[in-house]
């Protein structure tokens, strides 16, 4: 029996059924692979992955000379299927998640903001910087709240369907990402 449906509260297109090591299942049918994270924000959920190669433009380059980043983008334990290497540019020398305004450029677009966002770090917790964290709360507006990709999956899942999509977006890191 499902007493969410027979109480008439309508199941968003953005919830996750499942985290994978690289990627993830919606319950839309998307899924995501290849170590691809995703940010869920007002209903929609879009592909984020700014440690790829591939990225061109000011997040690359915002990214390599943010300060407190790790100055290789090579460097990593690289094992773990779909984990990237290039990751690591984002974490500190003190182990913490520094992620530059331009990776979140989507959050700032928003209006709506979320009132609340949560951070899922791959398979540990790795929590955020001060500038990172400054960045999101007071210069966009957003309380955050950082757990481990699974956890962050179920939290979200549970609090959209309390909560409204409006109210409540996510990053997900893929699940096979562990950092150094």
């Known amino acids: 029996m499902d007493i969410l449906a027979s109480a008439g509260v309508e199941e968003p297109a953005t919830s996750i059924d499942a985290c994978t090591s690289d990627g993830f299942h919606l319950n839309n049918g998307v899924h995501t692979s290849g170590g691809k ?3 869920l924000v007002g209903g929609e959920a879009f ?8 990225t061109t433009g000011a997040a ?3 990214a390599a000379s943010y300060p407190g980043n790790a100055a290789s983008k090579t460097s990593g334990s690289g094992s773990g299927s779909g984990e990237h290497k290039g990751f690591t540019v984002f974490l500190d020398p003190r182990g913490m998640l520094n992620f530059p305004p331009s990776t979140l450029g989507l959050l700032s677009l928003l209006y709506p903001k979320p009132d609340l966002l ?3 770090t791959g398979r540990k917790l ?3 910087s ?3 964290r400054r960045y999101l709360s007071e210069e966009l ?3 955050v709240d950082v757990m481990d990709t699974p956890n962050a999956a179920a939290a979200y899942n549970l609090l959209v369907m309390e909560r409204g999509v409006e109210e409540v977006g996510s990053i997900l890191i893929p699940e096979g990402w562990r950092g150094r």
């Open 130 to 132: 001060r500038e990172t």
């Open 141 to 143: 507006g957003i309380k």
């Open 60 to 62: 690359a380059t915002d």
């Open 126 to 128: 790795w929590m955020l």
């Open 47 to 54: 592909l984020w992955q700014p440690w790829m190669p591939t």
């Open 37 to 39: 994270g995703v940010i």
């Open 118 to 120: 949560l951070i899922g």
